[in-house]
């Protein structure tokens, strides 16, 4: 009954972890969860006003799926200001979350057999959404040691007269890397040669960002490749609205018109509230981002303190994002108190869960085996309390 498309792909396990270790905590049981990437903070009050104003006044009916006026306006503002592209309200669309501009995208440009390279480590969703259209996902694994980011001549060796995408994610889910303006245009130079490749660029982690460092978007720093690049973003993860579900994506007519058709056939748009609170959300009052970038600086300084003093584990400091992606191959092979072998990344989570309620996510649910993630986006005393466990139970393991 089922199709092969839906038998090749995997439930999301960023989903199934989160949602196991809430059933858990439900069922009695004391786990602090760091395994979904969510911000712990509220949508900002004037953000929520936005959306019961909204209400309120009946615009509660069918809108555009390509984006109310406003919010296609509000968008265009916002890739001039903050990315300095300039886009025709015909050259933006917006869907329900960032997955669903990549599954528009995905479903209304590739053709079978069709391949999307993906650097590794990968949102775990990438290659699913890849299958799911048909597609084959070229998967391409970045060590630590290039900061998990994809090097010019690993591109240069996957790119195939087959290649229709490039995937690239910056600051990174679930690395929290981010590639530098030269890094980009490095990648950019290879892109020149091979004029039938698109890129994909998942900003959606563009404004929360440390340590000085400035976000760079490809479509930005090598203009040669505007023509050719989708460049989407979301509000869930910067102004809290996961639950809202709005994404949005600008870039060439031909592929945002195919993403309107399908976006049409599917879900028709996102909840108009949900539009109506996005405009107040780009439009109004920013400060809120800063000082909840504050508080995650903070929680990565104490996550990334705490895993590097616990034996056996081992992170680098991310540039960006609410992750982190540490290395647990010095507990691979050890022996748990009941005897059981921590074999793989996968054993370490499952350890982790049983031993001291800490949920993450393994790495090799992003592509890459011998780490895990753990979303720091929640509170300093449950990461204080998380590491401590963390430590306890690497330290009971012989
Ligand atoms: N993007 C978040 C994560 O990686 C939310 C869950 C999902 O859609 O994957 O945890």
């Known amino acids: 009954m089922i199709s092969n498309r839906v038998n090749s792909i995997k439930p999301s396990l960023t989903i199934a972890s989160n949602m196991k270790a809430q059933e858990l905590k439900r069922a009695g049981r004391d786990i602090i969860v760091l395994a979904a990437g969510e911000p712990d903070f509220d949508t900002p009050d004037h953000i929520k006003n936005a959306a019961i104003k909204a209400i309120n006044e009946g615009f509660t009916k069918y809108v555009p799926g390509k984006g109310t006026p406003d919010l296609q306006s509000a968008i265009q503002k916002k890739f001039k200001e ?3 592209l300039e886009y025709d309200l015909s050259n933006i669309t917006v869907g329900v979350g960032g997955k669903h501009i990549i599954y528009n995208a995905f479903s209304a440009t590739i053709n079978s057999g069709d391949e999307v390279i ?3 480590p990968y949102w775990v969703s990438y290659p699913d959404i ?3 259209n048909s597609g084959k996902p070229v998967i391409v694994k970045c060590g630590e040691s290039s900061g998990f ?3 010019p001549e690993d591109l240069e060796k996957n790119v195939s007269s087959k290649t229709k995408w490039l995937m690239l994610n910056s600051p990174s889910n679930p690395t929290g890397s981010m590639y530098t ?7 950019g130079e290879v892109l020149k040669k091979h004029d039938h490749v698109y890129v994909l660029s998942d900003d959606i982690y563009e404004k929360i960002v440390y340590d000085g460092n400035t976000f760079h978007t490809i479509a930005e720093v090598c203009p040669f490749l505007y023509d050719r690049t989708l460049t989407m973003n979301g509000l869930s993860k910067s102004y809290c609205m996961t639950g809202w579900r709005v994404g949005y994506a600008a870039g060439p007519t031909n592929v945002i018109n195919a993403m309107n058709k399908v976006q049409s056939q599917n879900v028709s748009s996102t909840a108009s509230i949900s539009m109506a609170a996005s405009v107040e959300a780009l439009t109004g009052d920013q400060s809120f981002i800063t000082s909840h970038n504050e508080s ?3 929680r990565r300084d104490l996550i990334v303190k705490n895993l590097n003093e616990t034996p056996g584990l081992s992170c680098r400091v991310p540039e960006g994002a609410f992750y982190v992606f540490a290395s647990c191959k010095g507990v691979l092979g050890k022996k748990t108190e009941s005897g059981k072998i921590i074999e793989a990344d996968g054993d370490f989570m499952d350890y982790l869960l049983e031993e001291v309620g800490v949920a993450g996510v393994q790495g090799s649910a ?5 780490f895990f993630r753990i979303s720091y986006a929640t509170s300093d005393s449950i990461l204080e309390d998380a590491c401590q466990r963390i430590k306890l ?3 009971k393991l012989s």
Not at 366 to 370: I, K, S
């Open 118 to 120: 993906i650097p590794a």
């Open 296 to 298: 995650f600086l903070r």
């Open 393 to 395: 139970a690497c330290s």
């Open 130 to 132: 890849v299958l799911l």
């Open 181 to 187: 303006k030269e890094e980009l245009m490095a990648l």
């Open 149 to 151: 980011k994809l090097l």
């Open 82 to 84: 903050d990315n300095n």
């Open 366 to 370: 992003f592509g890459l085996d011998g």
